[in-house]
């Protein structure tokens, strides 16, 4: 028998050792699960993909129905009004006396230049007014159709085609146009010799412009509206015509549902 030299006994013996005890660990661990029991796979975190990744298209969400309202001086017949009322103005008995002899005269030289064919008739009503004067605050003068009315009719027709099923996705590409919107105390005294008294007499019209051409004519809405009793001028300019304002809010608010139950109708064309 050969003689082994000591250090490699000792080198045999420290592998026989480890071997041994990496051996026990793996059967304690082997213990510790049993064979049945799985082993569940560590959850993927989620991966989040930011909306501009290429290739990537978003999700459009659904059109949601407009009509923009707008203002006009122009009527659906093609007259125009001079320029857009800013004020409310007055119409006394002289002012509308001097305008309906104008007309008067109008008339004459038209029934000699068309032979005798009717000619329009004067009323106190189509007139504009004149300024009132010697107002210092005329904020409560101010006629709200332009902007004010505009913009609360902008809000009422959103509304009505939000609640409209078969309205709710429309784009229309055609405004609907509020023209006109004069407004004027307009005196309304039967007898000359009464003092002059008046009513706030306002009128608008309000149609939708056509999206295509077709031969169905447009069905606007009028609105010609007036206060309920007639005033003296001095009783109107209580508190700088505080009266007028609140008076044509209120008529205006009338007009603006009018319009609205109007609508199915407009917008038909």
């Given at each position: 028998?050969?003689n082994?030299?000591?250090?490699?006994?000792?080198?045999?013996?420290?592998?026989?050792?480890?071997?041994?005890?990496?051996?026990?660990?793996?059967?304690?661990?082997?213990?510790?699960?049993?064979?049945?029991?799985?082993?569940?796979?560590?959850?993927?975190?989620?991966?989040?993909?930011?909306?501009?990744?290429?290739?990537?298209?978003?999700?459009?969400?659904?059109?949601?129905?407009?009509?923009?309202?707008?203002?006009?001086?122009?009527?659906?017949?093609?007259?125009?009004?001079?320029?857009?009322?800013?004020?409310?103005?007055?119409?006394?008995?002289?002012?509308?006396?001097?305008?309906?002899?104008?007309?008067?005269?109008?008339?004459?030289?038209?029934?000699?230049?068309?032979?005798?064919?009717?000619?329009?008739?004067?009323?106190?009503?189509?007139?504009?007014?004149?300024?009132?004067?010697?107002?210092?605050?005329?904020?409560?003068?101010?006629?709200?159709?332009?902007?004010?009315?505009?913009?609360?009719?902008?809000?009422?027709?959103?509304?009505?085609?939000?609640?409209?099923?078969?309205?709710?996705?429309?784009?229309?590409?055609?405004?609907?146009?509020?023209?006109?919107?004069?407004?004027?105390?307009?005196?309304?005294?039967?007898?000359?010799?009464?003092?002059?008294?008046?009513?706030?007499?306002?009128?608008?019209?309000?149609?939708?412009?056509?999206?295509?051409?077709?031969?169905?004519?447009?069905?606007?809405?009028?609105?010609?509206?007036?206060?309920?009793?007639?005033?003296?001028?001095?009783?109107?300019?209580?508190?700088?015509?505080?009266?007028?304002k609140?008076?044509?809010?209120?008529?205006?608010?009338?007009?603006?549902?009018?319009?609205?139950?109007?609508l199915?109708?407009?917008?038909?064309?």
């Amino acid at each position: 028998m050969k003689n082994i030299p000591l250090r490699h006994i000792v080198l045999s013996l420290a592998f026989t050792c480890a071997l041994g005890t990496a051996h026990s660990a793996d059967q304690q661990e082997s213990a510790a699960v049993p064979a049945s029991a799985s082993v569940a796979a560590p959850a993927s975190a989620p991966v989040e993909v930011p909306a501009s990744a290429p290739g990537l298209v978003p999700v459009a969400s659904s059109p949601k129905g407009s009509l923009t309202v707008t203002y006009s001086t122009e009527f659906i017949d093609g007259n125009r009004l001079k320029a857009t009322p800013t004020e409310v103005g007055i119409v006394t008995r002289s002012q509308s006396t001097t305008a309906a002899a104008g007309q008067a005269a109008v008339n004459v030289l038209s029934l000699f230049a068309v032979g005798g064919m009717k000619v329009g008739g004067f009323g106190k009503e189509v007139l504009v007014g004149a300024p009132i004067e010697g107002v210092q605050e005329r904020g409560h003068l101010q006629n709200p159709v332009p902007e004010a009315f505009v913009t609360s009719l902008q809000r009422g027709v959103s509304q009505f085609l939000e609640n409209d099923a078969k309205l709710r996705d429309t784009v229309f590409k055609k405004p609907l146009i509020v023209a006109g919107g004069t407004a004027s105390l307009v005196y309304e005294t039967l007898s000359s010799k009464d003092e002059e008294q008046y009513l706030l007499k306002a009128y608008v019209m309000v149609y939708k412009a056509k999206e295509r051409w077709s031969m169905m004519p447009n069905m606007p809405v009028y609105c010609a509206m007036q206060s309920q009793q007639p005033m003296l001028l001095a009783d109107w300019a209580v508190d700088n015509f505080r009266g007028v304002k609140a008076q044509f809010d209120e008529m205006l608010a009338g007009c603006q549902t009018k319009v609205i139950e109007g609508l199915p109708v407009m917008l038909k064309n």
